[in-house]
């Protein structure tokens, strides 16, 4: 995964809260670059705070990872908790703070550049914001976190030693952040540099998401407090939608339109982009990894794609038989974005490295542990290396400031049609699918999956959550939606891939002429394979249930939806919503106490 490109690198010193020792210092002095010769101009300002950028690029469409939009056979911290093989004993990640020592170091010394009052405001703000943005991540992981506002050296006995502190008092300290960034933090902002718009697309996100998991979380007995985050969030929301700068990226082509966002050699300009990470071959290049289509270790699952809606805006999972359907059928009159995100019956592999199949019209690559589908959201899908180093990435969406707009109104139960014109119906329009309505009809199978909803506007509410996971889908956002929603059962449910109504020959591609053939445990494989009538050399599996030496697993052995783990999670509630700090952190400060079970 590649992080933003600097054009130059601070060296800050690497000390921890838990663990600073004086020989620490002798080997890493606390700056290469001394606060007495630096922090002159704007220019020091300026490379100091791009120091600080920590956003991730092409590594976004594999976000999802682990969660019910996508598997994976990587080591990944998600399944391997629901697996219950993480405990503080073995976790080694998330108790660092390097990067807030470098934004402290910032605060404490920038005034010393020689400009104006405006511009040290706004670099101020983009400190502070980086400062929030940091205390976000840990506040996420592990709910109580002590907030520092200062560089901590090895005397500072009383911070070192500190307890964790508590959830309500850093999130105080984080929003105040947000607010005066939002407040200072200039809209002049070049491409891929963080303005001011940034700042208040990630301080709305915050809000809703603390505010949201305040409400559905009652193990924090913060209940109370919840709206005023949700309201904060909407408000924000509404200030960038105000504000005329962004549109949805809509040419007036429903089938490419969204999937164009995506593989696109040229976002500047794009006023859907908030921000983005952009590319230039032999300049800057971008990922080139083929992964969604080779020896990959990550797969969308069924379950993501039965969350899209039929053309006509009905239900898909209201249709008769619809978990019983094939590969080609569960593509027939979806809502657009699930072929521009989906591998799709019909679609043709052009730029192929590893994957067997090789490049023409595509078949699925079954193995085990893998669900059969493919993901093309990303997928740089052209032989043109110059093409592949160019494209951009989009990291911030003014889709997201939409659905958050949309959802926090409806939390609050105060969304009207106005509303939801100018936030969801945006969306739909880009891919031409029927507007939503106040007149929405309860969809019975989400609100069995979200139980706890209180809102009164509880159908529409279920339907912006759907909007949500299918047009945020497999860019990273549907863990920390599960997380605050508190549906972690949700997880729970067994990873499915495609369905196989029996062995025999089966159609992938969509034009009726059989492609894969599925052969019971107890046969073999023959060494010359049949071809079908248009002389493609069908591809054989063999398949059964877990135990047996086969290719493939369906869950009912010779039938059912391909079978990527043998068994169901257990999500333990409230401890999974919640990780560990280190255990060697612990040992080393006993003032710092596990939380809810772990």
């Not at 004086?22 to 606060?35: A, V």
């Not at 949700?230 to 949805?248: D, M, N, P, V």
Request: some cysteine; glycine content about 8%; overall charge negative.
């Amino acid at each position: 995964m590649k992080k933003h490109f600097f054009i130059f690198t601070i060296a800050c010193a690497l000390l921890t809260l838990s663990s600073c020792n004086d020989s620490y210092l002798d080997l890493l002095p606390e700056t290469q670059i001394t606060k007495e010769n630096f922090f002159k101009s704007q220019t020091d300002l300026e490379i100091y705070i791009q120091n600080l950028y920590n956003f991730s690029s092409s590594g976004i469409y594999e976000a999802d990872a682990g969660t019910d939009n996508a598997g994976t056979t990587g080591n990944n911290e998600m399944k391997n908790i629901l697996l219950g093989n993480v405990t503080a004993a073995n976790m080694t990640t998330g108790w660092d703070w390097e990067q807030l020592r470098k934004v402290n170091f910032f605060l404490e010394n920038f005034r010393s550049a020689q400009v104006s009052e405006e511009v040290l405001a706004h670099y101020e703000g983009l400190a502070r914001y980086f400062r929030a943005r940091f205390y976000v991540a840990k506040v996420q992981r592990f709910s109580d976190v002590p907030w520092i506002d200062q560089v901590v050296n090895t005397n500072d006995e009383e911070i070192l030693t500190a307890d964790r502190g508590t959830r309500a008092g850093t999130v105080e300290k984080i929003m105040e952040d947000f607010q005066y960034a939002a407040d200072h933090v200039l809209d002049n902002a070049k491409a891929g540099q963080v303005g001011k718009w940034v700042v208040v697309q990630e301080f709305g996100r915050f809000a809703l998401y603390e505010g949201t998991f305040r409400k559905y979380h009652n193990e924090l007995n913060l209940t109370n407090t919840a709206d005023a985050f949700i309201t904060k969030s909407h408000q924000l929301s509404e200030q960038i939608i105000r504000s005329g700068k962004f549109a949805i990226h809509a040419t007036g082509n429903p089938d490419s339109d969204y999937g164009d966002l995506f593989f696109n050699q040229s976002l500047e300009g794009n006023r859907e982009v908030i921000m983005g990470r952009f590319f230039a071959n032999n300049v800057l290049n971008a990922s080139d990894w083929p992964g969604m289509f080779g020896n990959y270790e990550y797969y969308p699952l069924r379950d993501l794609m039965q969350n899209y809606l039929m053309k006509d805006g009905s239900f898909y999972t209201n249709q008769s038989g619809y978990q019983q359907f094939s590969f080609v059928q569960e593509f027939q009159n979806r809502d657009p974005r699930l072929s521009q995100t989906y591998a799709y019956p019909g679609w043709e592999l052009i730029y192929n490295s590893t994957y067997t199949q090789g490049v023409g019209i595509y078949v699925q690559q079954l193995a085990k542990n893998f669900s059969g589908y493919h993901q093309i959201k990303g997928f740089m899908n052209t032989t043109d290396q110059q093409v592949r180093y160019g494209t951009d990435v989009p990291i911030y969406r003014y889709a997201e400031v939409l659905l958050n707009y949309a959802e926090a109104k409806a939390e609050l139960g105060i969304l009207t049609q106005d509303d939801l014109d100018i936030s969801i119906n945006p969306l739909r329009d880009r891919v031409a699918m029927p507007k939503m309505l106040m007149s929405q009809v309860e969809d019975a199978r989400l609100a069995s999956q979200f139980p706890t909803i209180t809102s009164s506007q509880k159908a529409l509410l279920l339907e912006i959550r759907r909007e949500r996971r299918v047009e945020l889908a497999l860019e990273g956002y549907r863990l920390n939606d599960i997380m605050r929603w508190n549906a972690g059962s949700l997880l729970e449910k067994m990873p499915e891939g495609i369905y196989f109504s029996g062995l025999g020959r089966h159609d992938v591609t969509g034009d009726g002429i059989p492609d894969i053939v599925l052969l019971p445990a107890n046969e073999s494989i023959p060494v010359e394979r049949e071809r079908n009538s248009l002389g493609r050399i069908m591809q054989y599996y063999r398949v059964g249930t877990y135990g047996q030496d086969v290719g493939v697993y369906l869950s009912e052995g010779t039938r059912g939806f391909v079978q990527t783990v043998e068994r169901a999670s257990t999500f333990e509630a409230p401890k999974y919503y919640y990780r560990p700090i280190p255990q060697d952190q612990v040992n080393l400060n006993n003032n710092l106490k596990q939380i809810f079970g772990w």
